[in-house]
């Protein structure tokens, strides 16, 4: 079991803020992960409807990444403040269903 709850990495770098007017709290979110990233092999990316918003924080990306080949994991967003500074605009949660 997997419950972890983070805000996205790196979406000043990416496109949440062009589609932040379309998201809401409890909208479910798409994991991919990204084994030939660069930077991070554990690398997670995270989208809606194929837009990338950013990433899994480093610090959990192993963890969640190891439980993505194994078990059936949800993302969702748990809060959402477009007028905050970008990195604490979108917090998800992330877990693994039963």
């Known amino acids: 079991m997997i419950e972890r709850t983070f805000f996205i990495a790196g979406v000043k770098f990416h496109d949440l803020g062009k589609v932040i007017k379309d998201l ?3 909208v479910g979110l798409t994991l991919v992960a990204e ?5 991070d092999p ?4 995270i989208e809606h409807e194929g837009t990338m918003l950013g990433y899994v924080p480093k610090k959990f990306s192993a ?4 439980a993505l080949e194994v078990d059936s994991i949800e993302c969702k967003i748990t809060k959402l403040s477009p007028s905050a500074k970008p990195w604490e605009q979108c917090e998800v949660s ?5």
């Open 24 to 26: 809401f709290e409890g």
């Open 35 to 39: 084994p030939k990233n660069k930077f």
């Open 42 to 45: 554990n690398a997670i990316r």
């Open 63 to 66: 963890e969640i990444s190891a």
């Open 94 to 98: 992330v877990r693994s269903q039963e």
